[in-house]
């Protein structure tokens, strides 16, 4: 399978405690994004990468959330001290701009990681 | 002000029945790129369909088309036949700025589709 994939696909954590979710682009992919989705809701953007520089960071992403991409490959976002709003699924995409197929731009996501803080 | 806007929160259709998703859109860029993604119970979004703002003619891929009325501002998705595994929820997204510049998405709220055998 090369599509986007996200681990864990589940987290239940009580409030307070520090989770890291990690995602894996499609392989040739240069650009990663976070987005979360509450329920019934349509996705929020968090971040963005390029490579491995944070070119973007949404004003929901307070300072408890931090994002990494350290060799451009696969990303991490951890949230710290956490809360229950931030129950969520958290999603990843990855697109890039000279893919092989499919068009420049088209953002493919992952699965997501649903999160539960108790 | 939203930028997009899915007025629809929930339709039922009849199957093999034709059904429209409404899809309305604000930005001031000339060049932007609306997608319509599917998401069924499982979680995953599912591209379908994409109009660039150049773009002369209504984007088709198989048995979903886009309405686009890019003086109204709107974007509406056709879905035609449809069928039982067309139920989930449906998101209209736009990015603003050119392809190349990789911008992040903003998304509508959704409307949720359930096909009635």
């Known amino acids: 399978d090369t599509g986007v994939s996200q681990d864990p696909r589940h987290k239940i954590t009580k409030r307070g405690q520090n989770v890291t979710f990690r995602c894996d682009p499609i392989?040739?992919?240069?650009?990663l994004y976070w987005y979360r989705q509450t329920l019934g809701q349509g996705p929020e953007f968090l971040t963005y990468f390029q490579n491995e520089a944070q070119l973007e960071k949404s004003r929901l992403l307070s300072d408890r959330f931090s994002a990494e991409r350290p060799k451009g490959s696969f990303s991490t976002l951890e949230i710290q001290r956490t809360e229950q709003g931030d129950s969520a699924m958290y999603l990843c995409?990855?697109?890039?701009?000279?893919?092989?197929?499919?068009?420049?731009?088209?953002?493919?996501f992952g699965p997501g990681t649903r999160l539960t803080v108790l | 002000a939203q930028k997009i806007t899915q007025t629809q929160p929930g339709m039922f259709v009849q199957e093999k029945e034709a059904v429209t998703l409404d899809c309305t859109y604000d930005?001031?860029?000339?060049?932007?790129?609306l997608f319509w993604y599917k998401q069924p119970s499982s979680g995953e979004m599912i591209f379908l369909i994409y109009?660039?703002?150049?773009?002369?003619q209504n984007a088709t891929e198989g048995r979903y088309s886009l309405n686009f009325q890019k003086a109204r501002k709107s974007a509406n998705l056709v879905i035609s036949a449809s069928q039982l595994g067309d139920s989930a929820m449906y998101f209209c997204a736009m990015r603003e700025g050119p392809v190349a510049a990789g911008n992040k998405l903003t998304f509508g709220g959704g409307t949720r589709v359930l096909v009635k055998p």
């Open positions: 930005t001031s860029d000339p060049s932007y790129g």
């Open positions: 392989s040739e992919h240069n650009r």
């Open positions: 995409a990855s697109s890039s701009n000279h893919p092989t197929s499919g068009r420049v731009g088209e953002q493919f």
């Open positions: 109009q660039g703002s150049y773009d002369q």
